[in-house]
């Protein structure tokens, strides 16, 4: 139980190209889902919270215009990255949760790079 | 602000070893705190859930404690192998959001 997919699993995008990252509770309903940023040898960076069926939450420093959230339902989140440039290659992590009293159950990563 | 430091950075250590990873954070007011691993280009695994109320998790070789007062998580590794070699990440839940640590590189070889 509790399995969060995403896809695609990596993704190699020209610059200036828009890319979308779709992030499934496969066996539960996820009243929130997060999308966090991996960069080389860092570590998990939260970019914003969404919560089904209201606007997302950023994180101080990451542009909501750039990064387009949409949690349209119970167990589908995307991510859109808009104008895509070198600089937001990057691996994007999502988790999923049922309630604020539950822990985060988090997909296998998307890897994008950005030509 | 709530961070959440790892130490040591990076470990090798030989087959066989007892080995002990450390984890810091500077806001004791979590709810719970969890340790995970991570493969190389892969997502995260969830080892262990610490909740605010207890004070260790085991898992077959794996033992984590947790010491609230003085902000302080360790995860216990018995007998290490190869297998084990990865990146550890400790993550607190501090309110409504899940902050990393810095990670800490393992590996163990024959």
């Known amino acids: 139980g509790a399995v969060v997919s995403q896809h695609p699993s990596w993704v190699i995008c020209k610059s200036g190209t828009s890319v979308k990252i779709e992030c499934r509770s496969l066996?539960?309903?996820?009243?929130?889902m997060f999308w966090y940023r991996q960069f080389p040898k860092q570590s998990l960076m939260l970019m914003a919270t969404s919560n089904e069926g209201s606007k997302a939450t950023y994180e101080q420093g990451v542009e909501k215009d750039k990064f387009l959230i949409n949690h349209a339902s119970l167990t589908l989140s995307t991510l859109t990255v808009t104008s895509a440039h070198p600089e937001d290659s990057s691996f994007y992590i999502c988790?999923?949760?049922?309630?604020?009293?539950?822990?985060?159950?988090f997909g296998p990563g998307t890897r994008l790079t950005v030509l | 602000k709530q961070e959440v430091t790892q130490i040591p950075a990076a470990l090798s250590v030989p087959e066989g070893e007892n080995l002990v990873l450390n984890c810091s954070f500077t806001d004791s007011a979590i709810y719970n705190l969890q340790w995970f691993r991570q493969d190389p280009g892969k997502g995260l695994t969830s080892l262990l859930l610490i909740q605010s109320s207890q004070r260790e998790q085991t898992s077959g070789r794996l033992n984590a404690s947790l010491d609230k007062s003085s902000g302080r998580s360790t995860l216990y590794i018995a007998a290490s192998q190869p297998g084990d070699s990865a990146t550890y990440l400790c993550?607190?839940?501090?309110?409504?959001?899940?902050?990393f640590g810095t990670g800490t590189r393992l590996q163990v070889f024959p």
């Open positions: 066996d539960f309903q996820a009243t929130t």
């Open positions: 993550a607190v839940y501090n309110t409504d959001k899940l902050i």
């Open positions: 988790s999923a949760r049922v309630n604020s009293a539950s822990e985060q159950f």
